[in-house]
């Protein structure tokens, strides 16, 4: 067996006092989507956050590529290849769509070249090209989700984390959102989503862990887990 | 209109050599003002203006750069004694950087406020317990000498100020100002990016504070930390704007002028006309004279 792009054992993590992540095992294989589904307050945000730098563990190891980065500083993940497509979408509002994406470049890893990134995901996504030049703040939620897609993609990533994507869009920009991520995959991106939206998660997902109570509480093919009675009771209301 | 601050920057300088041909010290005195102004509101807008965060502490650069020079004039030459005070005011802030800058917004700017309170206090009992009560210096430099070197300072605040925003260190000083999550997400180091532009808008009012202390001859702790500097480099900079570097040009300009007007003619106005400017800038000029002048340019 090919050792996983990311390998998560043991994880913990806390907010204060209060514990969120219990022991949390995940794999991410290359080339694959892979998408942790649960309630609200499961703890897909936390992990998310942690394997980005933004929350610091307080227990278990994060390996990528083969490396611990458990402890590395977040703009290093993002330089090595790691790169979090946060919830929220968080663009940056005040300046314009070309601005962002070039942002997006500004990892060490990622300035040769920046240009011609800039052009493939203007190829990409045609919309953000015809608004080159409007402040991102001002956009639609799903154009400022395909920004913050676009803006991540400029980091040239190994691993796309994104989190929660279809929070709050309407159900065309939802569609369109999926269709991207399936898109993505085809051309060789792995892929590493936390989705409320469990039914069209496991749909495309090559694998899916479900998370309870911030502990997995079943893993396995997306498509077994769309077929197993709990999960089918539990979060898609069958 | 990109380059307008350096064009004034250099404008500036040609005027400041003009003046001593047919200047009298009390027109050297003014361009010395202007001069340090410009610096002290230029080096502030390094920091506070490319990432948000408000310092009302600046003199407290200021007044290190001055307790230093003090300190150092008549053992070594007084141009090494302004590099002491530049130096000291920027390890002063690679010392304070990290716990000042985990707080934001309100937090950062009481803080940077009280942290030059508790500096100026802090040297005033120095100075009391070694039974000084002021320092008189003798043998200081021309006052043209001393206009030169503020001019000089002026004029490399600017640069300074202009290659940053145009840098990627300055990419990455905007995008912690837009979001800061954000900027991490996409792998700007925040912590090291914020610590840096908080020594680099330290370094030029540390010298600064020297030459000022230079002109007066004079140290007093309450003085050199006068919390009056932070409050007048913070509203010439919101006055001239803090989107572009001419902005703080133009507010360091005005406001000393204007100053100098009402200090002949209506010197008991003095205050309340400046704070009546502040008040009506903030209120319907946001973007300072300089997005002011901007927009009346596109116009015409």
Redesign the interface.
């Known amino acids: 067996m090919t050792t996983p792009l990311l390998s998560v054992s043991g994880l913990r993590a806390s907010y204060g006092p209060v514990q969120v992540l219990f022991d949390v095992d995940f794999q991410v294989a290359k080339g694959s989507v892979t998408t942790l589904i649960g309630a609200n307050g499961a703890g897909k945000t936390t992990i998310m956050k942690s394997l980005?730098?933004?929350v610091a563990p307080t227990d278990g190891e994060i390996r990528f590529e083969g490396r611990d980065i458990t402890q590395v500083?977040?703009?290093d993940r993002?330089?090595s290849g790691l790169?979090?497509?946060?919830e929220g979408r968080?663009?940056?509002?005040?300046?314009s769509v070309e601005q962002n994406l070039?942002?997006?470049a500004?990892?060490p890893a990622?300035r040769a070249g920046h240009n011609q990134m800039l052009a493939e995901v203007f190829d990409r996504f045609p919309r953000l090209r015809e608004r080159r030049s409007q402040l991102a703040g001002l956009m639609s939620g799903g154009e400022q989700q395909m920004l913050a897609l676009g803006?991540?993609l400029?980091?040239r990533p190994h691993l796309i984390l994104m989190d929660e994507p279809t929070l709050g869009l309407a159900p065309v920009m939802v569609k369109q959102v999926f269709e991207t991520i399936v898109e993505l995959r085809d051309a060789g991106f792995t892929i590493l989503l936390a989705e409320q939206n469990a039914k069209v998660a496991l749909e495309l997902a090559d694998r899916a862990y479900l998370l309870e109570n911030g502990r997995v509480a079943l893993s396995g093919p997306g498509a077994e887990l769309l077929a197993s009675p709990d999960v089918r009771r539990a979060y898609l209301g069958m | 209109m990109k380059n307008i601050g350096l064009i004034l920057g250099v404008a500036l300088a040609v005027v400041a050599a003009a003046v001593p041909a047919f200047g009298t010290p009390y027109m050297m005195g003014v361009v010395f003002q202007v001069a340090m102004w410009i610096a002290l509101a230029q080096s502030w807008s390094m920091l506070s203006a490319t990432t948000g965060y408000l310092s009302l502490g600046h003199a407290v650069f200021y007044g290190v750069g001055a307790y230093v020079c003090v300190l150092l004039t008549g053992t070594i030459p007084f141009e090494w004694a302004l590099l002491a005070g530049a130096v000291a005011a920027a390890v002063f802030a690679a010392i304070v950087g990290l716990p000042v800058l985990r707080v934001r917004g309100p937090y950062f700017v009481i803080l940077t406020y009280g942290l030059s309170e508790l500096v100026r206090h802090v040297v005033m009992r120095i100075e009391s317990a070694l039974g000084s009560f002021g320092r008189m210096i003798f043998d200081v430099p021309r006052t043209e000498v001393l206009m030169w070197w503020m001019v000089g300072l002026a004029v490399l605040a600017t640069l300074g100020a202009y290659a940053i925003r145009h840098s990627?260190f300055g990419?990455?000083l905007?995008?912690i100002r837009?979001?800061e999550?954000?900027?991490?997400?996409?792998?700007?180091?925040?912590t090291r990016l914020k610590l840096f532009a908080f020594i680099a808008s330290a370094i030029i009012p540390g010298a600064v504070g020297g030459l000022a202390l230079l002109r007066t001859s004079y140290f007093e702790p309450a003085q050199a930390f006068d919390p009056v500097i932070s409050f007048t480099i913070v509203t010439m900079a919101l006055v001239g704007g803090t989107e572009t570097v001419r902005g703080p040009i133009l507010g360091a300009l005005g406001f000393a002028l204007l100053s100098e007007l009402l200090w002949s003619s209506l010197p008991q106005l003095y205050m309340i006309v400046l704070g009546l400017t502040l008040i009506i800038f903030i209120l319907f000029v946001p973007r300072g004279l300089s997005g002011l002048f901007g927009r009346l340019g596109r116009a015409g």
């Open positions: 980005a730098g933004l500083p977040s703009h993002v330089n790169c979090l497509i946060p968080l663009v940056f509002p005040g300046m070039r942002l997006g500004i990892a990622a803006r991540g400029m980091a | 990627r990419a990455g905007a995008a837009e979001d999550v954000a900027a991490e997400t996409v792998g700007v180091p925040v």
